[in-house]
């Protein structure tokens, strides 16, 4: 059985993928010659991450095709109901990056509360002749702990989320559609506890976080989770975080709010607009950037290779049964 990871995969899953018999290619080929090697290799399985495309053209030119996988939580660039339509699994891998993409989030939210963000950008060009002024400048920042931090979507990264930021110190709410949690099971030293928390309205948790932090998928109209109402509605001077989708925020609404004050920053991993995000954003001062890394860490990578290539030979055992 062939297997072509498009966008990579780790080093340990190739290796277990070749020992239980697969054969396995990983070199990227573009969007527009994929097929055609798909095809001419006799590939039955396809895996991908966020760069390559598996949409109803390349599923339909790839009659061969067996299986997708996407190295990640969301499918949004798989059409999963033409590729489950037309007889293929799709698989992903929902839990072996959250704790990336937790701490990417922490990270823009530490850098932000004290302005690391811009003076990483000043201190090379002014750090010799402007040394005092900086410090002065950057010299009242704030600090995380005791905090409201309001996580919209509580599924296992957000769930990630709330826990590193409990044990900075935050106060933490959620909103979401179909959770009802209220606790989190959390290790200290070793040892498990158990800590509560609430789910509030989205008006609410607008209204009392002091920042706000994005877990959810597309919707289904591909509108906005922050819009115009919610940024009017926001507690002033809120300090925002989006690893999730780029389609979650109304970019124009997040550029008017950061020039008005209502968000006073903005930590952003994803865009609308990617691999070319809105140059305007790019360049407001009191935006912290990153470019789509949040599962991007070598731990992540190996879990995430690991559960594909644990699916994969689950799958295969369960089909080489059926033709028994």
């Not at 929902?94 to 932000?112: C, K």
């Not at 959770?179 to 099971?185: E, F, I, N, S």
């Not at 999730?244 to 209502?262: N, Q, V």
């Amino acid at each position: 059985m062939h297997i072509h990871a498009n966008d990579g995969i780790s080093k340990e899953a190739v290796n277990l993928l070749k020992e239980e018999g697969f054969e396995i290619t990983t070199e990227h080929v573009p969007q527009e010659q994929l097929a055609a090697y798909l095809n001419t290799r006799g590939a039955e399985v396809l895996l991908v991450r966020s760069a390559t495309k598996v949409g109803r053209e390349l599923i339909d030119a790839c009659p061969g095709l067996k299986l997708v996988g996407r190295g990640g939580v969301g499918m949004d660039n798989i059409d999963v109901d033409h590729a489950v339509k037309k007889g293929l699994r799709v698989v992903n891998t929902p839990a072996s990056s959250s704790i990336s993409v937790a701490e990417l989030v922490m990270a823009h939210l530490f850098s932000m509360a004290r302005g690391l963000y811009q003076t990483n950008r000043r201190m090379p060009t002014e750090g010799t002749t402007a040394f005092k002024e900086l410090k002065k400048a950057y010299g009242n920042g704030a600090e995380l702990r005791g905090k409201t931090l309001g996580v919209i979507g509580f599924g296992r990264i957000g769930c990630w989320v709330a826990r590193y930021a409990i044990g900075a110190g935050m106060k933490v709410i959620y909103t979401d559609r179909h959770a009802t949690v209220d606790h989190l099971d959390m290790e200290f030293n070793g040892e498990m506890h158990r800590v509560g928390i609430k789910m509030v309205p989205l008006e609410e948790l607008l209204a009392k976080s002091d920042a706000v932090t994005l877990h959810v998928p597309s919707n289904p109209d591909n509108s906005p989770v922050l819009g115009p109402a919610e940024f009017a509605g926001m507690k002033k001077g809120m300090l925002v975080v989006n690893t999730a989708r780029g389609s979650s925020i109304d970019e124009k609404a997040l550029i008017a709010a950061l020039k008005d004050g209502t968000v006073k920053a903005a930590g952003l991993d994803v865009f609308q607009d990617e691999p070319a995000p809105h140059a305007e954003l790019l360049g407001l001062p009191n935006v912290s950037l990153s470019p789509h890394i949040g599962a991007a860490t070598g731990e992540a990578q190996d879990r995430i290779g690991m559960e594909l290539a644990e699916q994969l030979m689950a799958w295969r055992d369960e089909v080489t049964v059926g033709r028994g």
